[in-house]
Each structure stands twice: as C-alpha cells, then as structure tokens.
DNA sequence: CGCCCCATGTAAGCAGTTACATGATTAC
DNA sequence: GTAATCATGTAACTGCTTACATGGGGCG
C-alpha cells in the first residue's frame, strides 16, 4: 500500500500538520492520490512508530496547537527505495464505463445526458489544470529540476482530462450515427 | 458502492456462475472495474438476498455442479434506476504519478527506467485492446446497438493506453531536455 | 446566534486482500 | 505424479468510509 508513500512524498514537498496534509490531498498531490483525514491521521501514527516522519508540536494563539510534521532520514531512505521498485499499472474503477457497457438498457438520451454530464465535469478540470499551468508553469523552458517532475504529473492530467472529452465527443457521435444496415425484422 | 452493479451488468451481458463471472472480471469488465473471486461470491448472496438475481443449480458431469445467476425483473429495473442516478468522476489513485511527483530524490535514470517499464506496459495492453478490436469490432460501420455501446468502452481503453504512452514519450523528452538558464552556483 | 475554519481524534461498519480448504477431472 | 482447471466457499486481516466528538476563534 502506498497512502504512506502518498504521504511521505507530499511532506518532503513540504512539511505539514495532519490538517494541512488532509487539504493537500483535496488538490495538488490529491488529484492521483486520495485520502481523507481519518486516514491521514492514522497514518501518521503509524509513520512515526516507524521512524519514518518526525513531530513537533507547535504552539499557536488563537488557534489549536498543531503538531508539524517532516520525513526523517529514515523515511527519506525509504521513500527513495520504494520509487526504485517497479510498480504495477494503477487499477480503474470506473462506474461511467460500467454503465456505458449497458447503456442499450436504457433509452438513448440517458446515457447520453450522462456523457454530456461527464465531459462537464472533465471540463471544469480541465480549466482547473490549465489555470494552474498557466500560473505555476509559465516559464515552461526554464523549469527547476523539482518543477519538471511536478510538471510531468500536471501534465499527466491535462492528458487524462483532454482525452476524455475527446472520447464524449466521439461517443456521442457514434451513439448519434444512424444505425445502417441492420437486420430488422419486417 | 457498484460491484453489485457490475456484476449485474456482467450478468445482464450473460449469465454466469461466480466462478465465469470471476474470469470476466480479469478481462471485459475487468477493464475497468475489478474484483477477486472472494468479493464476487460474498456479493452474488447479496444480490440473492436483495432478489436481484436469481439462481439455477446446473448439475454437471465430470464437472462440479454450479449455480447459474441470472438478472430478476427487479434486478434489471434496479440497474435502469442506477444507470440514471448520475455519477461521479472515477477516483484514480496512482502510484507512477506519486513517484514522479517525488522523482527529484533519486537518480533521473531510476525514474526513467520506472516510465519504460509502464510504457511496456502500456504498450502490451494497448495491443491487448487493439486486438480485440480487431476480432470483435473489425465491421466498425454496422454495429448492432447493444455492440456501439461496448465498443465505446473499448475505445477508451484504446484511447486511453494511447494517452498514456504519449505522456511515456513527453516525459522523457523533457526529462532529457538540456536544463538551460539554472541560477547555477559559480 | 449560527456557521465555518482550525486541529485532532474515536468508533463502527463496510470493502477489499490474502491465505487456506475441498475435491474431482484433465492435460503433460 | 504433478500441476492446472472447474467450482465454491470460510477466516483473518487490512484499508477505507461515515458518523460522531471536542473546543476555541472569526465572520456575517
């Protein structure tokens, strides 16, 4: 399981309370990794007997007292060894696909209202990626050596995102292609 | 939850026993929604439970009996209400990105080996998926309706594999591009 | 006054994984 | 004779989700 390694990569980034780690995970790092704060916090238990991460309680007026968190030499020995071995292909879960599969149970526009709901949803994405392109990646030819890694994953995802409204797009024109040639009973 | 819809979509396609259902799920189905063998059976009582399936004992010769499920009236009206409950983006979670995101801490060529190695086998699925296109889909301009709609599963999954070794190919373009204009130490 | 934000947690329940179990048949 | 295939299951464990709990501060 990797939720640890998740964690472990976003507080080399940038060390961080179980909090800020829980609103991480909702943006940036989260877009390919999820978690909610149940997890997270223990997670980090686990983490810290392991000599993975180490804590420091900080002390805040006005606000609860928070307990930051960054990787130990340990855990940064461990982190680098895990990106070393090789790793599987991330498994789908995807219900529009299994829904799409038995879209002939159903009238037409259903699936199709589905599809259109979907290339809005991958829409808004989209723009949510390119907005953050447009403001962190500008300077696209003088990237540091970290950024091009963290490029690479944006990257990644305006891909995903790009292709799946090329793929509402083709879908709904083969679904509205007049069905030739069939063998209708007469 | 919606392993109890995709079974009920794989049975919909054709009954099945557990055990067919279980082989369906490491392909067809399986391209997008995955379960072990243990998950199918423990959900197909449900299913019985709920009255969304029922079952035949098949006596077999040579052969253990098995039960074949099929798709209750309630089942499939069931599956008509999900199909249009509209649904949410599928959550990814993905290793490769978690690693490149932190491909900084190690060696480049680690991270490079890493994306090969998924571009490999990226490579072979698509192939996989191509070839099935072929058998299956090759009369691309007459397909019956229940077929447009697992054909556009599989488009996805064509166009997808493709996404992916074209990000594969960017990445290590820009992995190797000179890195110009640093604020180098002097 | 009520709601949201900060910050961390417990508890219960469901989902998913891994290991083990059985027992006959077929293929090498 | 050893392994794989067919066929179905139990048990133990780990991971994930949902709900609940606390308590101060800031905002409208």
Redesign the pocket.
């Known amino acids: ?1 990797s ?1 640890a390694h998740a964690i472990l990569v976003s507080l080399v980034d940038c060390p961080s ?4 780690l ?2 991480k995970f909702d943006g940036s790092v989260g877009f390919f990794w ?6 997270i ?5 686990r983490l810290q007997d392991k000599g993975w991460i180490d804590a420091e309680v900080i002390a ?1 007026e ?6 930051l968190f960054t990787v130990s030499g340990l855990g940064k020995q461990e982190l680098q060894q895990w990106i070393a071995r090789p790793c599987e292909i991330n ?1 789908t ?1 995807d219900e529009l696909m299994v829904k799409v599969f038995a879209g002939h149970l159903v009238p037409q526009d259903v699936i199709e209202q589905e599809i259109n709901h979907h290339r809005k949803l991958h829409e808004a994405r989209l723009q949510e990626y390119l907005d953050i392109e447009a403001r962190f990646f500008s300077d696209r030819a003088n990237l540091r050596h970290e950024q091009k890694f963290q490029y690479l994953t944006l990257r990644r995802g305006i891909r995903l995102e790009q292709d799946w409204l090329d793929w509402c797009q083709e879908a709904i024109e083969l679904l509205n292609e007049p069905t030739t040639a069939i063998a209708a009973p007469q």
């Open positions: 399981m939720l309370s179980g909090y800020d829980a609103k999820q978690a909610t704060h149940q997890q916090y223990r997670e980090l238990h805040q006005s606000r609860p007292d928070k307990k498994v879960k």
